[in-house]
């Protein structure tokens, strides 16, 4: 209690000293007009050796900025000359003459080939003789060779593979591609509103319980240009990863089931198709596919490590090239496992994971058999980025925390502070007044969470007033956003706290604060135990004696419009406003593969689909709800709003709608006019509903010259 009562006293005495404090301008806040609250850190670019970091600096010569050499003890820094790269590495689609939308140009590990595809198809080009070759030629617009069909590329590959779906084996002799065919999969119309007649776009989206597009996994060999697909019949209701090129040579392919509960690991004889199994594993509930970090090979790929959360947590498990598993090597409620380093030398594990505290990140290392947990991150922070030496005898870490800004620092392998590199503190730091942030925990209404919130005070909070609540949420499994990070200084956090607006962040039990037995709840019913914890944490805002309660505020995009339009309905007795973006508003209007993941297709689980639906809830609705949309959004379709707003029309409900013309998932992404738009039209919402205000003429295009700070 006393220690209590202390924190609150230099709470409040910060918040005193606030009000002696400078705001943020409207230029600072939106337009990159300097602070100096906060300064660039510095740039590392990784280790030349085990005794110096390399970092970009100014030479003191010229005062140009260079990549320097810095040593570990003395911290003095020479230039630093890089390997000069190869021509091949360098080499491009458009230095090669190729001007016919070439996607995806990658160039074998030798450096002699480079692979592509073209209007569905898949081709090879020699670099030295400039000579292509069509190593497929069936390509259309149902069928895809080496190019992702929509959902594969939304939902496995992720957006991060830009449709890619071939690759290179690792002697550049081969490479595994896969064949889709779209035909059968249902195709969705997207109008377009332009010119006279206006126009369609039809996709290939394969809506829950729909036909999925069917699947070849193919291996071409270079030289005779034959491709031996392997032994799946691509006529079942399956899923592939991406395939995995093990330093053996061998070829491993991810096959998961519709239900996707089962996943194998398939290693594919590339001679002649047939495959043999490696791993198996099945859950409960569902299994995910897009773990492009699965593997790491050790020991030229005798033995292998798996990361898994099948018993709960993000766990790595130690196994042999045949599959076998050798023993678990961590153990825990470790999540966000990534292995930063193996040093098979020591038999060590460098990783980075969320175990300590569920809203922050640590560093540690473990030996193969599982002894010798060590955490080396420290003190209470969340270190984000760590750039380990190459025998690990030095690493760097990037740590903070919400009262904390930014700092690189250099340890030693034991964990022990050596010196700080950089801090992100500006010389004006302690001259504005910058928003204090806390961490709370609430317990949810079954007792089994202890559910993270942050809330943004005003500045010159006043504990005797009532404020404003804005909350800001995703919401979607294992996709938090309640970290124990330095939020960044200026635009929309600093600029509502000017205005008295408490800005809350909360995430529920599916987040992965509570590991994969906190997502498995939402199984079959995804929506429901998310919305309620959103509503555990409303109501604990409600009792706090600052808060208005005629104004509890909720926004969010794609699944956090959906929690929006669910706060406003299912939870209407708890929020009172929301602009809700892009919002699911049923299930079954959302791709196969995300969907059905968590909530099976609906011939299997129409009450669950049923619960879930925004719709089905819509006479509980009160309050104000904005639903924003884009016409050629693809991928939650603008048909979730318009269904919505029907049923709204149909009850009599008032509500209001924003449409974007020709924009898609991301408003404004394309258009800086239309997100600004966007964002003014958000801000003059919150103006007129929260604070009662018009929006200051300073967001109008000819809002004049701002004369105040705010």
Same mark, same amino acid.
């Given at each position: 209690?006393?220690?209590?009562?202390?924190?609150?006293?230099?709470?409040?005495? %910060?918040?005193?000293?606030?009000?002696?404090? &400078? !705001?943020?301008?409207?230029?600072?806040?939106?337009?990159?007009?300097? %602070?100096?609250?906060?300064?660039? !850190? #510095?740039?590392?670019?990784?280790?030349?050796?085990?005794?110096?970091?390399?970092?970009?600096?100014?030479?003191?010569?010229?005062?140009?900025?260079?990549?320097?050499?810095?040593?570990?003890?003395?911290?003095?820094?020479?230039?630093?000359?890089?390997?000069?790269?190869?021509?091949?590495?360098?080499?491009?689609?458009? *230095?090669?003459?190729?001007?016919?939308?070439?996607?995806?140009?990658?160039?074998?590990?030798?450096?002699?080939?480079?692979?592509?595809?073209?209007?569905?198809?898949? +081709?090879?080009?020699?670099? =030295?003789?400039?000579?292509?070759?069509?190593?497929?030629?069936?390509?259309?617009?149902?069928?895809?060779?080496?190019?992702?069909?929509?959902?594969?590329?939304?939902?496995?590959?992720?957006?991060?593979?830009?449709?890619?779906?071939?690759?290179?084996?690792?002697?550049?002799?081969?490479?595994?591609?896969?064949?889709?065919?779209?035909?059968?999969?249902?195709?969705?119309?997207?109008?377009?509103?332009?010119?006279?007649?206006?126009?369609?776009?039809?996709?290939?989206?394969?809506?829950?319980?729909?036909?999925?597009?069917?699947?070849?996994?193919?291996?071409?060999?270079?030289?005779?240009?034959?491709?031996?697909?392997?032994?799946?019949?691509?006529?079942?209701?399956?899923?592939?990863?991406?395939?995995?090129?093990?330093?053996?040579?061998?070829?491993?392919?991810?096959?998961?089931?519709?239900?996707?509960?089962?996943?194998?690991?398939?290693?594919?004889?590339?001679?002649?198709?047939?495959?043999?199994?490696?791993?198996?594993?099945?859950? &409960?509930?569902?299994?995910?596919?897009?773990?492009?970090?699965?593997?790491?090979?050790?020991?030229?790929?005798?033995?292998?490590?798996?990361?898994?959360?099948?018993?709960?947590?993000?766990?790595?498990?130690?196994?042999?090239?045949?599959?076998?598993?050798?023993?678990?090597?961590?153990?825990?409620?470790?999540?966000?496992?990534?292995?930063?380093?193996?040093?098979?030398?020591?038999?060590?594990?460098?990783?980075?994971?969320?175990?300590?505290?569920?809203?922050?990140?640590?560093?540690?290392?473990?030996?193969?058999?599982?002894?010798?947990?060590?955490?080396?991150?420290?003190?209470?922070?969340?270190?984000?980025?760590?750039?380990?030496?190459?025998?690990?005898?030095?690493?760097?870490?990037?740590?903070?925390?919400?009262?904390?800004? #930014?700092?690189?620092?250099?340890?030693?392998? &034991?964990?022990?502070?050596?010196? =700080?590199?950089?801090?992100?503190?500006?010389?004006?730091?302690?001259?504005?007044?910058?928003?204090?942030?806390?961490?709370?925990?609430?317990?949810?209404?079954?007792?089994?969470? =202890?559910?993270?919130?942050?809330?943004?005070?005003?500045?010159?909070?006043?504990?005797?007033?009532? +404020? #404003?609540?804005?909350? *800001?949420?995703?919401?979607?499994?294992?996709?938090?956003?309640?970290?124990?990070?330095?939020?960044?200084?200026?635009?929309?956090?600093?600029?509502?706290?000017?205005?008295?607006?408490?800005?809350?962040?909360?995430?529920?039990?599916?987040?992965?604060?509570?590991?994969?037995?906190?997502?498995?709840?939402?199984?079959?019913?995804?929506?429901?135990?998310?919305?309620?914890?959103?509503?555990?944490?409303?109501?604990?805002?409600?009792?706090?004696?600052?808060?208005?309660?005629?104004?509890?505020?909720?926004?969010?995009?794609?699944?956090?419009?959906?929690?929006?339009?669910?706060?406003?309905?299912?939870?209407?007795?708890?929020?009172?406003?929301?602009?809700?973006?892009?919002?699911?508003?049923?299930?079954?209007?959302?791709?196969?593969?995300?969907?059905?993941?968590?909530?099976?297709?609906?011939?299997?689980?129409?009450?669950?689909?049923?619960?879930?639906?925004?719709?089905?809830?819509?006479? &509980?609705?009160?309050? !104000?709800?904005?639903?924003?949309?884009?016409?050629?959004?693809?991928?939650?379709?603008?048909?979730?709003?318009?269904?919505?707003?029907?049923?709204?029309?149909?009850?009599?409900?008032?509500?209001?709608?924003?449409?974007?013309?020709?924009?898609?998932?991301?408003?404004?992404?394309?258009?800086?006019?239309?997100?600004?738009?966007?964002?003014?039209?958000?801000?003059?919402?919150?103006?007129?509903?929260?604070?009662?205000?018009?929006?200051?003429?300073?967001?109008?295009?000819?809002?004049?010259?701002?004369?105040?700070?705010?």
């Amino acid at each position: 209690m006393r220690k209590f009562y202390l924190a609150t006293c230099l709470f409040m005495a %910060t918040l005193v000293l606030q009000a002696q404090k &400078k !705001l943020v301008s409207y230029d600072q806040a939106f337009k990159g007009a300097a %602070t100096n609250i906060t300064k660039p !850190l #510095p740039v590392i670019r990784g280790w030349a050796d085990d005794e110096h970091y390399l970092e970009m600096r100014k030479d003191d010569s010229d005062g140009k900025s260079k990549l320097m050499s810095v040593d570990v003890k003395t911290g003095k820094a020479v230039a630093y000359t890089a390997p000069v790269k190869t021509t091949a590495a360098l080499v491009s689609a458009a *230095s090669l003459g190729l001007k016919n939308g070439e996607k995806n140009f990658t160039v074998s590990p030798d450096g002699k080939k480079a692979a592509y595809t073209r209007n569905h198809n898949l +081709y090879i080009i020699d670099i =030295e003789s400039k000579k292509e070759t069509a190593l497929t030629t069936d390509g259309s617009e149902d069928i895809k060779n080496g190019y992702a069909s929509w959902v594969y590329y939304e939902e496995i590959l992720g957006r991060g593979s830009f449709y890619k779906a071939f690759w290179w084996s690792n002697d550049s002799k081969q490479i595994c591609y896969m064949r889709f065919d779209d035909s059968q999969v249902p195709k969705f119309p997207i109008f377009l509103a332009d010119g006279q007649h206006g126009g369609l776009e039809n996709e290939h989206y394969p809506k829950p319980g729909d036909k999925n597009p069917e699947v070849k996994i193919g291996v071409v060999t270079i030289e005779t240009g034959i491709t031996v697909w392997a032994a799946f019949n691509e006529k079942d209701d399956q899923y592939f990863g991406e395939p995995v090129w093990t330093p053996t040579g061998q070829l491993w392919v991810q096959w998961m089931n519709r239900g996707q509960d089962n996943l194998k690991v398939y290693a594919v004889n590339t001679i002649d198709g047939s495959k043999t199994v490696v791993y198996d594993e099945t859950q &409960k509930t569902w299994i995910d596919l897009d773990e492009a970090s699965r593997f790491t090979f050790l020991d030229g790929g005798k033995q292998f490590i798996l990361k898994s959360d099948k018993d709960g947590w993000d766990n790595l498990y130690l196994h042999d090239a045949a599959g076998k598993l050798i023993n678990p090597i961590t153990t825990g409620n470790f999540w966000a496992t990534s292995i930063v380093k193996v040093d098979e030398k020591t038999k060590t594990i460098y990783f980075r994971a969320r175990k300590e505290n569920s809203a922050r990140f640590d560093f540690y290392k473990i030996g193969f058999n599982g002894k010798g947990l060590t955490r080396l991150s420290i003190g209470d922070y969340s270190h984000d980025q760590i750039n380990l030496s190459p025998n690990a005898k030095y690493f760097i870490t990037t740590y903070s925390n919400l009262s904390t800004p #930014p700092t690189i620092a250099l340890a030693d392998a &034991k964990g022990k502070l050596i010196r =700080e590199i950089g801090n992100a503190k500006g010389s004006a730091f302690e001259e504005y007044a910058i928003p204090a942030t806390k961490l709370f925990r609430v317990k949810s209404t079954d007792g089994l969470f =202890e559910l993270p919130v942050t809330i943004t005070y005003p500045v010159n909070f006043d504990s005797t007033k009532r +404020y #404003p609540v804005l909350v *800001s949420i995703y919401g979607g499994p294992n996709a938090g956003t309640v970290y124990d990070r330095w939020k960044p200084v200026g635009g929309n956090t600093q600029w509502w706290a000017q205005e008295g607006v408490i800005q809350v962040s909360f995430d529920n039990r599916s987040s992965g604060h509570f590991g994969k037995n906190g997502l498995n709840y939402i199984h079959r019913q995804l929506g429901k135990y998310e919305i309620e914890d959103y509503m555990d944490c409303g109501n604990w805002l409600r009792r706090q004696a600052f808060v208005d309660t005629t104004k509890l505020a909720i926004t969010g995009g794609s699944f956090g419009g959906y929690m929006t339009c669910m706060a406003l309905t299912y939870g209407a007795a708890v929020f009172t406003h929301g602009i809700a973006n892009a919002a699911v508003t049923d299930w079954q209007l959302y791709d196969t593969h995300y969907t059905e993941r968590f909530m099976d297709t609906p011939q299997e689980n129409p009450e669950g689909y049923k619960n879930t639906a925004v719709m089905t809830h819509a006479n &509980k609705y009160k309050g !104000l709800l904005r639903i924003v949309h884009g016409t050629t959004d693809d991928n939650v379709h603008m048909q979730n709003s318009i269904q919505l707003i029907n049923k709204l029309q149909e009850l009599n409900k008032h509500f209001e709608f924003m449409v974007y013309p020709n924009e898609r998932h991301g408003i404004g992404a394309n258009s800086a006019n239309k997100a600004q738009h966007n964002r003014n039209e958000a801000f003059r919402f919150y103006y007129n509903q929260l604070l009662g205000k018009q929006l200051p003429a300073v967001f109008q295009p000819t809002g004049g010259t701002e004369k105040r700070g705010f």
